[in-house]
Each structure stands twice: as C-alpha cells, then as structure tokens.
C-alpha cells in the first residue's frame, strides 16, 4: 500500500547514544517533515524539507540532524541521545509545503534510559 | 502567530449519538483547514479538509466539517458515531507553508 514508511517501530536508548530513524514515502510527495508528539504538547515540527535538496529547522531543533537522502527518503538523526528525547517520532509527507494535507507514518516509540 | 484551539480535551458519546468536535483558530486569513484522526499507536489519518468554496465539507469515515468565518471555526460532525471512531481527533491549520496542529481532542464511545 502507498504510504509513509518508518523504521524501527520501537527503539531504547541509553544516554549519550546515537540513532537515526529512516522515513520513507512512495506518493512522490515533494515535502516531507519530522514531527514528535508528546502528552500535553501536542505535535511539534523538528525539521521540514519542503522539496529535495532542502531542510529547515522547525519549532524544535536543537539535538536533532536530518538529511533528505532523495525525494523518497528523509532521515532523523539524534547524535547524543538525552531523556528528553524521549517521544513519539513521526514523519509525514505533502505533495508540497501545506497543499492536500499530510500523509503520516505510524511512528517510532523512541525511549532514552 | 496562528492557533489552534480544541476546547475539548475528552468527550464522551453513546454509540449511535451524534457528534461535533470543536475547532477554533486564530489567524487574519482564512487558512487552509484539516481534521485528522489517530489510533491509538497509529499515526493521523487525514479525515478531511478546507481549501475555499463550500463551507460544508464531506470526509472519510461518514465525517464532515462546517468552515464558519465568522467564528473562526471548523467544526467537526459525525450524525451516528461507532464504537470504532473512539480515537483522538485533531484539527490543523495551514498558512504559508506553516502548520499548527491543535492538542487534540479523545473521543470516548459508550456502548
């Protein structure tokens, strides 16, 4: 089925660690973005990448790296993990910045110990 | 800065009763409008949206939504909800490539 693809599904990690979370989509959708969810906070945007070969920083940046690999692929990478980090990763794709709505992957449970 | 208000943290319905889930936004424009919906462990689910034209618009799952400027409001209805719709809805806006989601709505279906 068409859709947004994210891996791993669940993930924990001790502080200081390193990980990145793959994202990927077979819509040809032109953006793509990294969001985190948590209780009370609701949905934060990390990084955007409003078409291949760009990102920009969202609402929530900081100890957060992303690469948009090609069209399909848009990766999050957390270099030294701390507790805050953890959340409910999720990453979404639109045809282009905010036209259509957005196609959201099932998410990543990451926990930092 | 452009908001989204859900004044309903939790609701809770009788199976087969209808349903309206409120949505407010504060912005000078008219945005673009979304409601989504998530499972629990799932991610959202685009129900429906607004662009422009009419105001009254019709969703996946029996859901619709009436975009009402002069109250800045995008509510969203369901005449006859199912046991299955219990999950947590949100409304988005959209303005210049930015969007804000609100913090959501838990709908709770009684047997």
């Known amino acids: 089925n068409a859709g947004v693809t994210q891996t791993p599904k669940f993930q924990v990690l001790k502080t200081g660690q390193s990980m990145t979370l793959q994202c990927a989509q077979d819509?040809?959708?032109?953006?793509m973005y990294w969001y985190r969810q948590d209780p009370g906070m609701g949905l934060r945007l990390i990084y955007y990448?409003?078409?291949?070969?760009?990102?920009d920083k969202g609402e929530v940046p900081n100890g957060y790296n992303v690469s948009r690999l090609n069209k399909r692929e848009f990766s999050l990478r957390l270099e030294s993990a701390a507790p805050s980090q953890t959340s409910v990763y999720f990453c979404?794709?639109?045809?282009?910045?905010?036209?259509?709505?957005?196609?959201f992957g099932s998410g990543t449970r990451l926990t930092v110990v | 800065a452009q908001s989204v208000t859900q004044p309903d943290i939790h609701i809770t319905v009788s199976e087969g009763a209808s349903l309206e889930l409120r949505c407010n936004y504060s912005?000078?424009?008219?945005?673009?409008l979304f409601w989504y919906v998530q499972s629990p462990g799932q991610g959202l689910q685009l129900l429906l949206k607004y662009f422009s034209g009419d105001t009254l618009v019709q969703g996946i799952k029996g859901f619709e939504a009436e975009f009402k400027r002069s109250q800045s409001s995008f509510n969203l209805r369901k005449p006859s909800v199912h046991w299955s719709d219990a999950a947590e809805y949100f409304c988005a806006v959209e303005h210049a490539g930015k969007s804000t989601f609100g913090d959501g709505t838990t709908l709770t279906v009684k047997p």
């Open positions: 819509m040809n959708h032109n953006s």
């Open positions: 979404a794709s639109s045809e282009s910045r905010g036209l259509g709505g957005y196609t």
């Open positions: 912005y000078g424009a008219t945005p673009y």
């Open positions: 990448s409003a078409s291949e070969g760009t990102t």
